[in-house]
């Protein structure tokens, strides 16, 4: 299991850092969710010192109809908790112009997707626009930078000076460890520190849609 991570010592008047969930609106996300809403063991262990949680969604365009109504309960319910939420959407200015979402980027390139093709779509439909928007949200929380030059991360980059790495919270169940890769150079590598709670719970699908159902969270329809 990852060690846990040892918060430093605030100044007065200093913001307390950050952990942020990778919320992909399916059922392992969802279990994730309810633990860090409500599991007071697994709150004290992954939120730890006061740090805030930050839940972000990266939209593909894509989804279900169903997906996309449980994601504004998914909103209202952190608004009511307390809990920033975004949902990164094209219109916010994240997305390349290329890849506003999956059927733009079919229809422009004559593509056509598959599983045994590179995944360039969790990238530049998820990863990017999502870590982007996350570097906005830091540089207003933090008064940092949010870009200097042309290099778009400096956010990023003066966080972990000061706090250490992004602690990043990714929803991958038990038996999806072949997920895992490791971080690509540049910024993910130098600022961002992914973890897999589920994971280290022991927590297949299963198991993801029984702790959901037993803090009294909506378990959703598979996302697509």
């Known amino acids: 299991m ?45 939120l730890p010192d006061g740090a805030d949680l930050l839940i972000v969604t990266g939209a593909t365009g894509n989804e279900h109809q169903e997906t996309d109504e449980y994601r504004v309960r998914v909103e209202q319910l952190c608004r009511e908790r307390g809990v920033q939420y975004l949902h990164v959407t094209p219109d916010l200015g994240f997305h390349s112009p290329a890849w506003q979402n999956l059927h733009t980027q079919w229809e422009r390139n004559f593509t056509v997707q598959s599983t045994v093709f590179p995944r360039t779509c969790s990238v530049n439909l998820k990863i990017s626009p999502l870590f982007l928007a996350i570097n906005r949200i830091i540089a207003e929380r933090y008064g940092y ?20 790495k992004l602690n990043v919270m990714i929803g991958f169940s038990k038996g999806e460890e072949r997920r895992i890769k490791p971080p690509p150079s540049g910024y993910m590598a130098d600022t961002i ?20 159902r037993t803090l009294g969270h909506e378990v959703p329809f598979p996302s697509n």
């Open 2 to 46: 990852s060690a846990p991570r040892i918060t430093p010592l605030l100044k007065i008047g200093q913001k307390p850092p950050l952990v942020v969930l990778s919320d992909g609106l399916g059922q392992d996300s969802a279990a994730l969710r309810a633990l860090l809403l409500d599991d007071p063991a697994f709150r004290k262990r992954h």
């Open 145 to 164: 930078a949010e870009q200097v030059g042309r290099f778009r991360r400096a956010a990023l980059y003066a966080y972990e000076r000061d706090y250490g």
């Open 193 to 212: 520190h992914r973890t897999y709670p589920l994971i280290d719970l022991g927590l297949d699908r299963m198991g993801c849609q029984a702790t959901t």
